[in-house]
Every structure is written in C-alpha cells, then in structure tokens.
C-alpha cells in the first residue's frame, strides 16, 4: 500500500467517523431528511475507498477489488434503505427487507471474491458456518427477537451472512495476510452488526446502546472492508 493511499485511507476513515457522529445526533432529534442525507454521506465514503484503489491503479485491477467495491456500493443502498423506514413509518417493513436484499446482494458479492481469489479450507469453512449461524441464532432466540411475517426471511438472511462472515474468516486461517485478516475481521463486525439490528427492530427491547452498537459494528465492517481493498 502507498503513502498516498495510507493517507487517503485515514482521511476516509476519519470522514466517516464524523458524519457518523452527525448521523447519530440527527437520528437522536427525530431529524430523519437530514439523518438520511447524513446516513447516505458516510456511504459515499465507503466507496471512495474503492474508486480511489481503482483511479490509482487502474492497470491493475483484480475480479476481487471490483467485486469488493461493488459490494460496498451495495452496502450504501442497503443503508440507505434501512435510514429511510425511519422517515416512512407506514412503510417500514418494505424498506427494511429491502435494504436487507442489498446488503445481501452485498454479501454475495464478498463471498463471490473470496471464490475466485482463495478457496478456503472447506473443513473450516464448515466448522466456522456452524460456529457463526448457531451463535445467531442462539442470541436472536435469547433476545426473544421475532420479525413476524419476514421471520423465515429474516433466518435465511442470518444464514447467508453467517456464510459471508465463515468465507472471510476461513480464508484469513487458511491464506493469513493483511488483506484477508481485515475482510475477516470485516465479516466479524458485520455479523454483529446484523444480529444486533434483528434484536433492536424485532426484539422486546429497544435499548438505545443496541443502536450504538450495529452503527459502530457496522461501520467498522465497512472501513475494514475499505481498507482492505487499498492493500489488494
């Protein structure tokens, strides 16, 4: 990874951050036009860091840095998405499994560069699925989390970004250089994010910090992800 592109990264990363920050505060007032706006700025960043790999190096571009910054393109959709069910309440339900078909999208795009880079262990690619998806579900059922209509949806969703999050982390076992450890730990914080955000819209509670908690996995992921494309 250049100079440049390290500095690029750090201005990025701390793009995000703050309009994350803003995004927070205006979701905190029930300022939802300007919350999406701000939602959908933290998106476009994530996607920088895909168009900048791909303007720096443009000789040089892999099936796995397309495929990756598709993927977080998708990603800004999805988000998007998810902001506005907040800003259309009688239609909340359709702009969840919306945003949830991005992200899914989005998922089968990362699974997809792992495919056609480096086939991971197929052993532990099956332990580490076993391992994510019974822990899913173990905590969604903990949390008495129940999506009604969407709640096979909702299963199958958990079940793809287990296998996401399983692909990532079988991969960095299997092949452990920065690139693969940063999605691994991409789809660690994803899986989080994901799960957390079943409990907080489905669940009996509504805690605030669970809130805090899918933004700050989710954004992780996505810089993860971000940074992990400036090193392929």
């Known amino acids: 990874m250049s100079g440049p592109l390290i500095f690029l990264g750090i201005v990025l990363t701390l793009a995000c951050a703050t309009s994350a920050i803003y995004f927070m505060k205006a979701y905190y007032k029930k300022d939802f036009k300007l919350s ?5 700025l933290t998106g476009v960043f994530f996607v920088l860091f895909g168009l900048a790999k791909i303007i720096s190096a443009p000789e040089s571009i892999t099936w796995e840095i ?6 977080l393109l998708f990603g800004l959709a999805g988000d998007e998405l998810l902001a506005l069910r907040h800003m259309y309440q009688d239609k909340y339900t359709f702009y969840f499994v919306i ?12 699974m997809t560069s792992v495919l056609i880079t480096d086939i991971p262990n ?28 969407i709640q096979n949806s909702s299963i199958f969703y958990v079940s793809l ?21 940063l999605m691994a730990l991409g789809g660690v914080c994803f899986i989080v994010s994901d799960n957390v955000l079943l409990v907080y819209n ?18 992780g992921a996505q810089i993860l992800f971000g940074w992990a494309l400036l090193n392929m």
Request: glycine letters at 8%; aromatic letters at 10%.
């Open 36 to 40: 999406v706006m701000l939602k959908g």
């Open 66 to 71: 397309a495929l990756v910054s598709l993927a």
């Open 99 to 110: 945003g949830a078909l991005c992200f899914g999208v989005e998922h089968i795009l990362l």
């Open 122 to 149: 197929i052993l532990v690619l099956i332990i580490m699925f076993g391992i994510t998806f019974m822990l899913s579900l173990v905590y969604l059922k903990s949390r008495k989390t129940d999506a009604g209509q």
């Open 161 to 181: 970004l287990s296998l996401m999050c399983a692909m990532m982390v079988a991969r960095g076992i299997h092949t452990p250089n920065l690139t693969n450890l």
């Open 202 to 219: 489905f669940g009996e509670k509504h805690d605030w910090w669970l809130n805090e908690i899918v933004h700050i996995s989710y954004y």
